[in-house]
């Protein structure tokens, strides 16, 4: 038996580590062959890669307008996405990036048309920033594809060579000097100003946005944010099908409390043993039982707000000072009530990020109470923002199902499982 394992993205794993992690190390494990076939595909499909680039920057195909895609190790991966850099040797000297979603991470296999579905989120949600929330810097948006050979260029014929690229380059500096309340007040201005910014504009549903063939942009899809792609790739049946939203909180809620349920009854590695088990079919029914004290009688109906749900320092760009200058990976933006905006872990911390997103949103809205700002102080300070931080995390604490003695025998023998599972995928790879 191999000691280790070599994982996605990831340091290589022992046997021993694999079995006390939550995470399934068993789907794990086949992430690394399936990124590896798709850098080989796309490698081999670069000069296809090539003379897209060149059609839809109307490049023409003389020797002035090459177009190079570079070696695959300058090549940059996320955790759902494969950024290839391509040169283009016309115009001066640019770069911009082929951005290919990465199916393996998207449950391609189990529900077909999920990247073609992610590609229309995501572009849905570009065109509509772009056109509301020009004060938010993100990459502009120069065309896109789906698996059907159906493709799109821009009205607006501005690349975003240089920007993404110098930005993809250079990596953020580093959150050390978050002791820095200079720096620190900077980055919570430009977090609180894209925050607003998204909220500016009331939305009249839970969802997700989707652009649809005859190329508009509409709220009609699916909420459908980071945790539930997870969860979704790593076995959980889908709940909430394309095209389905919510005009009400409480249905919403109860969808989601479903969706942990199925992904916990279907995850092998739910749960360690019966104690295990049990402490976390309690919590989840004392979550579902006063589910009813977090959802606000004043606001069940909305409106609701834009919220970043994959927030974190790996999509924020910011400069040396901490102003930040860009925001990527927008495909997990979705409408949801205004209690779901999760923004703090230390209570000091919050209240100096709420003074700011206050501040700015009294510059931002003159005349007009701070709403938002009052919503987030409310939600903190009833506990809903725990409450819906649960609802929208990939760790919550599952299940309250019926037949608990049941489920704790069968997740107990599921753990079992998964544990002969593992240790033969280590023989195996011996």
């Known amino acids: 038996m191999p000691e280790t394992l070599r994982l996605d993205h990831r340091g290589p794993i022992t046997l021993e580590s694999a079995l006390d992690k939550d995470l399934n190390i068993i789907n794990e494990t086949s992430y690394f062959a399936a990124a590896e076939e798709l850098y080989q595909v796309l490698w081999v499909s670069r000069r296809t890669i090539e003379a897209l680039v060149r059609h839809h920057l109307a490049l023409g195909n003389g020797e002035s307008c090459k177009c190079v895609v570079e070696p695959r190790n300058r090549w940059l991966r996320g955790s759902f996405n494969v950024c290839v850099p391509v040169e283009v040797q016309s115009r001066g000297a640019h770069k911009l990036v082929f951005r290919c979603a990465m199916p393996h991470k998207l449950a391609e296999a189990r529900y077909p048309d999920t990247v073609d579905e992610k590609m229309s989120f995501e572009v849905g949600t570009y065109v509509w920033m772009q056109d509301w929330c020009a004060d938010v810097r993100i990459p502009h948006l120069y065309w896109f594809g789906f698996s059907d050979h159906r493709h799109f260029t821009c009205e607006d014929q501005m690349p975003f060579y240089v920007r993404l690229w110098r930005a993809i380059q250079t990596p953020p500096p580093p959150f050390e000097r978050r002791g820095d309340p200079v720096r620190r007040q900077r980055l919570f201005q430009g977090m609180a100003r894209a925050i607003l910014s998204l909220a500016r504009v009331p939305q009249p549903r839970i969802g997700s946005f989707e652009f649809r063939p005859d190329g508009t942009v509409t709220l009609t899809s699916r909420p459908w944010p980071c945790c539930v792609a997870i969860l979704e790739n790593g076995g959980a049946p889908r709940i909430m099908p394309r095209g389905e939203t919510y005009t009400c909180v409480e249905p919403f809620v109860a969808d989601m409390l479903a969706f942990h349920d199925e992904s916990f009854l279907t995850n092998k590695n739910a749960v360690f043993d019966a104690s295990d088990c049990r402490g976390q079919m309690t919590a989840r029914a004392i979550l579902r039982t006063l589910s009813h004290h977090y959802v606000s009688r004043a606001r069940r ?130």
């Open 301 to 430: 109906g909305g409106p609701f707000r834009l919220q970043l749900t994959d927030f974190h320092a790996s999509n924020i760009f910011v400069d040396d000072d901490w102003n930040v200058t860009c925001l990527i990976d927008l495909e997990w933006i979705c409408s949801l009530p205004a209690e779901n905006d999760d923004l703090c872990e230390f209570d000091k911390v919050h209240q100096e990020f709420l003074e700011v997103l206050e501040e700015e949103e009294i510059e931002m809205t003159p005349g007009r109470k701070p709403a938002l700002a009052n919503i987030l102080r409310e939600s903190w300070e009833s506990g809903a923002v725990w409450f819906c931080h649960c609802l929208l995390s990939g760790c919550f604490p599952n299940t309250g199902v019926r037949g608990s003695t049941r489920v704790v025998s069968r997740k107990v023998d599921d753990y079992e499982e998964y544990a002969k599972e593992l240790e033969h995928g280590f023989n195996k790879a011996t």
